[in-house]
């Protein structure tokens, strides 16, 4: 035996030593024969060597974990090779190291390939954001550029706010009241707005836009209270907003990234006047009932559940007559052992004018009494608070119609009693006021069922938003704001920035001065007599501004600047000679322009008298080509007078003094009450077209040509809408009117294009990144015009990255740009911020823009099935066993997908055991469970056959996740048998039967021969 043992071990190395010199001899014919017999053997166990790493490395990079590029497979292999000759010690640590790379690229990388998401049509285009007429959308079907009549854009400092379309009125805008509030998740700020409405509104501070949201299933009214937490809005309904009118303790949340509401558990007590809520920014919101009670609840937004054990405020109550009576305080401050709001602090106000003012600390859970708010200053209706971190200071507006503004220093424990610190707010405040911090500003709204939303700059201590000291313009009032450069030095307007000169109408006398660069109101002498139908007012360029009364009066007044005294002047005649439509005062439509030290005016109200004023006389000037009526308006470039003919007409005209009238080219769209003429010191004249649309125009005097321009930020509803222009800074100011106090900022051109448009894409939903690879675009860009763009990145849709700009200002018809570089996070939703660049005689036109990147290319794993007799699951079931249930239910648990993530299942109940579900969309779910509701035939098995989708649209292989053979009932079933053919079929037994009676189609007993059948 142990013979034949050494001979077989024999045998085996004399073949293993054959194959080898086989080898040998076979490297040898590689090798130079000069090389030694040592180095031979040497050189032949580093070729194996390195022929067996290269396999491995082959095998390695080829497999489903990393996709190298060819040049690196290439270059790695030969530097190995070379290595490996010169360094055989270290090939064994090589080896090593690279199978532990692999095994971490094979448990942490997933396989990418590249795809792309095009912008490229005009619906892509207008389905992003912009400043409506900023960008044009519609000249080249499937580009975007500057719009040429942009002019310039309304400055974020004066925001306006959302209006109706063609509304009529004041139901035209839309007034914010009890119940309304504001919130931020830090990119847009929300607003209700009360009033007995279910509007929820977004606001953008980066464009100065505003869009409708999904409507709340309910309306708001009082104690209507809105905030924001980790994607979401959660809201109550107040006092008297729910769907019956009634008192309610409902309480709701709307999803940013679906738009949508839902409702969620009751409060404890039902809210009304006073009540509000706050988020300490952890999960956890906070409650004061108000209705002049000392109750407040915590809810917890994971288990949806409210407590209502928490203390209420001692010996004192939140009155119904209150605003929004709570603001969260995040950070300590004091120092051990007697450091405050360790876990964050609420602050509370009691409303109804109280200045009793508390705190209570989270961490400790107890309220103690704060300093109390400067005597005076409690808040009442519209009282409202915010808290900024950088300066640790909490902002308060009182409300109950005052402007009164005020500011606590939290780790001072002190109310700043320096008005300087604290202007007051631009208007007074009433019920509907709220405030909210953004960034470095606070956005107010001021309630008291009006549209005004202001802006505070909190660096620079003071309101940006403009509003008039009281409401302007009710009846045909026209051209009562304008502008005044700085004049020097006791001049009356020695503003830096220049001085406003606004009357306020409404059978008023009153008129103001706002400094743009103190930012401050002044009352001026009052106007000799009452202004408002056909009121006007124009600046002379020198030191004095004209006022035409209207109010069907014929009375002229000048206004001395430098003394800020008025002054009669000669009354405007009451007919024209070269007129046939016979006398009339100044009314309706009546307007004047200063050309230099000439004023000429038409005198509306149906009549086409126009006049001349030379400082002393008035002068006949040749009748305007139409009457004039509500919409007339009049400016002129100290060369000609332009005006609009007004009382539903577009017809423009210009008057040459000496000449005469001539027609140029209309106006795109009619005029009547508000229009406004306004001219820019150049080329261009501005105009609102009133009517109660947001329609704002340029008209380009060389080109004689309109083009519509960025629309005006509110509708100009009805009368007093006016402007005012800077011609120095190229600014535009402009009054809404119409019983409202706001005045508007925007910053234009004299170029053929405003200096920049900005665009904001859709939420672009790329399923799953990987990393971004590279940006693509076509823009042409004449001249030294440019496009810059910009990425953001988000998980949810609501919380985005900081814009990272990752193409500056290119000159080039197109753009490819490498992005492996940028820091932007790869994530599911990415934004592009595109900024079109004029050099003021050209536009860049952008036709598209692709972004390239590695997406998820892995299939999901499917479920595994747990079953059960029914939906109670109270009987567990084993897959491949027989059942008699004839609704089975089955749990899914365990897909995965290390990706994009698993977005759903294709699932389908059957008997062939191979079917693939996901070849109908029928049978896709998002859902976990199912349940079998069709009926099986007893003896037959059924699979639950399973496709997993993830959220790249990658799918798993069909499987059956459980198999079930039924034993129960079949469904019932009937057969019927009509012929002879059914009743002699195989397998069927006759006896006694005749299957031939009635032409085949019958079958009866047999007769039978030695019996007959008998009655019983």
């Known amino acids: 035996m142990e013979a034949k043992k050494r ?30 017999k040592k180095k031979k053997k040497k050189s032949e166990k580093h070729a194996k060597t390195t022929q067996a790493f290269s396999g491995l490395t082959k095998r390695l990079l080829s497999s489903k974990f990393v996709t190298p590029p060819v040049s690196v497979v290439t270059k790695s292999y030969h530097f190995f090779k070379e290595f490996s000759v010169k360094n055989p010690l270290w090939i064994v640590v090589g080896v090593l190291v690279l199978g532990v790379t692999a095994i971490f690229l094979n448990t942490h990388l997933t396989l990418g390939v590249s795809d792309t998401y095009s912008v490229t049509s005009q619906e892509q285009w207008e389905a992003g954001e912009y400043y409506p007429g900023t960008v044009d959308t519609k000249t080249s079907a499937g580009d975007i550029s500057i719009n040429p009549g942009a002019g310039g854009t309304w400055s974020t400092e004066t925001p306006g706010f959302i209006t109706d379309e063609g509304g009529y009125g004041l139901a035209a805008y839309r007034g914010n009241y009890y119940g309304a509030d504001l919130t931020t998740d830090g990119t847009y700020v929300y607003i209700i707005q009360g009033n007995y409405t279910p509007y929820l509104i977004q606001y953008n501070p980066e464009l100065n836009t505003f869009k409708f949201l999904a409507n709340a299933p309910t309306s708001f009214e009082y104690g209507g209270s809105i905030e924001y937490y980790n994607g979401a809005l959660y809201a109550t309904n107040g006092g008297l907003g729910d769907e019956n009118g009634e008192a309610t303790k409902h309480f709701y949340k709307y999803d940013i990234a679906t738009d949508a509401w839902s409702r969620l558990a009751d409060a404890p007590d039902s809210w009304g006047m006073g009540s509000d809520i706050v988020s300490n920014g952890s999960g956890t919101l906070y409650a004061a009932r108000g209705i002049s009670t000392p109750t407040f609840w915590k809810y917890n937004i994971s288990s949806n559940m409210w407590d209502d054990t928490m203390a209420g405020l001692p010996d004192y109550q939140i ?17 051990d052992p007697e450091e405050s709001c360790t876990s964050g602090c609420l602050y509370a106000t009691r409303g109804n004018g109280n200045t009793q003012f508390f705190k209570y600390d989270i961490g400790e859970s107890q309220w103690s009494n704060a300093t109390d708010i400067l005597t005076g200053y409690g808040p009442h209706y519209g009282g409202a608070m915010a808290y900024d971190p950088t300066t640790g200071y909490i902002f308060m507006q009182r409300g109950y119609n005052t402007d009164d503004f005020l500011k606590f220093n939290v780790s001072a424990e002190t109310w700043d009693t320096l008005i300087a610190d604290t202007p007051d707010a631009p208007a007074t405040i009433y019920g509907g006021g709220s405030l909210v911090r953004f960034g470095n500003y606070l956005y107010s709204l001021r309630g008291n069922n009006r549209p005004e939303f202001w802006r505070y700059d909190i660096t620079h201590s003071h309101w940006d938003s403009i509003s008039t000291p009281n409401n302007v313009g009710n009846a045909g ?46 009352t001026l002498a009052v106007v000799s007599g009452a202004v408002q139908e056909g009121g006007s007012f124009c600046y002379n360029g020198a030191d004095y501004i004209y006022a035409l009364r209207g109010n069907n009066t014929v009375n002229f007044y000048r206004y001395t600047i430098s003394t800020d005294t008025w002054g009669g002047m000669p009354s405007i005649p009451t007919t024209h000679s070269g007129s046939s439509l016979g006398a009339r005062n100044a009314y309706y439509g009546a307007d004047i322009t200063c050309m230099g030290t000439t004023v000429y005016a038409t005198k509306g109200y149906q009549r086409d008298h126009f006049y001349s004023f030379d400082g002393s006389s008035w002068s006949e000037e040749t009748v305007s080509p139409y009457a004039t009526y509500y919409g007339a308006a009049l400016t002129n470039n100290g060369t000609y007078v332009y005006g609009l003919m007004g009382d539903n007409r577009n017809e423009f005209h210009r008057y040459e003094p000496g000449v005469g009238w001539t027609a140029m080219a209309p106006l795109p769209t009619s005029t009547y009450y508000s229009a406004d003429l306004v001219y820019d010191g150049t080329n261009y004249i501005y105009a609102i077209s009133g009517n109660y649309e947001a329609y704002f125009w340029r008209y380009d005097i060389a080109a004689n040509a309109w083009t519509r321009s960025i629309d005006f930020p509110e509708q100009t509803n009805g009368y007093g809408a006016s402007m005012g222009f800077d011609t120095t800074n190229d600014i535009l100011y402009a009054t809404r009117g119409f019983n409202t106090t706001s005045v508007y900022k925007a910053d234009m051109t004299n170029n053929a294009y405003a200096d920049s448009a900005t665009w904001i894409s859709d939420t672009l939903d790329l399923k799953w990144v990987n990393s971004f690879t590279t940006f693509a675009a076509t823009h042409p860009t004449p001249g030294a015009s440019s496009v810059t763009f910009d990425l953001r990145s988000s998980t949810d849709q609501v919380t985005w990255s900081a814009w990272e700009t990752i193409v500056s200002a290119d000159t080039g018809a197109s753009t490819s740009f490498d992005m492996s570089g940028v820091t932007t996070p790869n994530a599911r939703y990415v934004q592009v911020k595109v900024t079109l660049t004029s050099d003021g005689s050209n536009t860049p036109t952008l036709s598209d823009f692709t972004i390239t990147y590695e997406k998820d290319s892995d ?25 008699y249930y004839p609704s089975p239910y089955f749990s899914l648990s365990g897909a995965t997908d290390a990706s994009s993530g698993v977005a759903g299942y294709y699932v389908q109940w059957t008997d062939n055991a191979s079917v693939d579900p996901s070849l109908s969309e029928d049978y896709y779910q998002t859902g976990t469970d199912f349940q079998v509701n069709t009926d099986m035939v007893s003896g037959t098995t059924y699979y639950l056959r399973i496709v997993t989708k993830d959220n790249n649209g990658n799918t798993s292989a069909a499987a059956s996740a459980f198999t079930y053979t039924y034993n129960g009932i079949s469904p019932a079933s009937t057969q019927t048998w009509t012929s002879r053919a059914d009743f002699e079929a195989a397998g069927t037994v006759t006896s006694n039967v005749n299957t031939t009676a009635g032409s085949e189609t019958n079958m009866t007993l047999s007769s039978i021969a030695t019996g007959l059948w008998m009655d019983l």
């Open 7 to 36: 001979q077989k071990f024999s045998s085996k190395r004399s073949k293993k030593t054959s194959v080898t010199r086989k080898r040998q001899s076979l490297a040898s014919r590689v090798h130079s024969a000069s090389i030694s």
């Open 319 to 335: 009155y119904t007559t209150n605003g929004h009576a709570l603001v969260y305080m995040s950070d300590p401050y004091g120092s």
């Open 477 to 522: 009032e026209d051209g009562m704001t304008t502008f005044v450069p700085n004049l020097g030095v006791g001049s009356n307007c020695d503003s830096a920035d220049g001085c406003l000169f606004i009357a306020q109408g409404e059978n008023t006398t009153n008129f103001w001065k706002y400094d743009l660069s103190a930012h401050t109101w002044s």
């Open 859 to 883: 299939n999901p794993t499917n479920p595994t099935a747990t079953g059960y007799s029914d939906s109670s699951q109270g009987t567990g079931i084993t897959t491949g066993n027989s059942y």
